[in-house]
């Protein structure tokens, strides 16, 4: 992917991009590590921007297994569709994680195991921040599990209050080195 097409998603759309240039392979190995695929029915991603974390997903996920993929960004959601549109249980949202809740029923899913995440939470509106993750609580229930990365501790706490067990991982291997947080109950 150029690495121009991602700078300038940032430019337009800081906020909501959240970094200079797209993650590292490194760190999407990280960001999936947590996954037990044998046992995956339901794996969301919410900002995907190019796809680095979605690639990895798409090779270790069972053909079955269904993947839910929200991108906020018009030109991530045309760039996702034309690469992985048409591969069998895959469903690309141009929509927010706030509205996963609706995306889950909308696909008629009953269980959702994992939702991994590149959202940069430190630069969202605290209120959209709650919201995400209200959603996220609700959706993943008592046994699944959220997986976030930052280039920050910050939010540590914020995750904390929605869920009990954070196990912290720090990736060294990621321009700028980033955190990996496994939250569930």
Known sequence: MNVFYF????IKH???VGALMSSSRQLAKHM????NFEQAKCIIEYGPGTGVFTEQLIQNKHSETVLLIIENNKQFVHTLKSKYGAIKNIHIIH???EYADKYVQQYKITKVDYIVSGLPFTSLPL???EKILQVTREVLGSDGKFISFQYTRLKQRFFQSFFVNIEVEKVLWNIP???VFTCGE
């Open 7 to 10: 700078l300038n998603e940032y």
């Open 14 to 16: 800081p906020r909501t």
């Open 127 to 129: 209120a959209t921040s």
């Open 95 to 97: 929509g927010s994680a």
């Open 177 to 179: 080195p980033a955190f």
């Open 32 to 35: 999936i590590a947590p996954i």
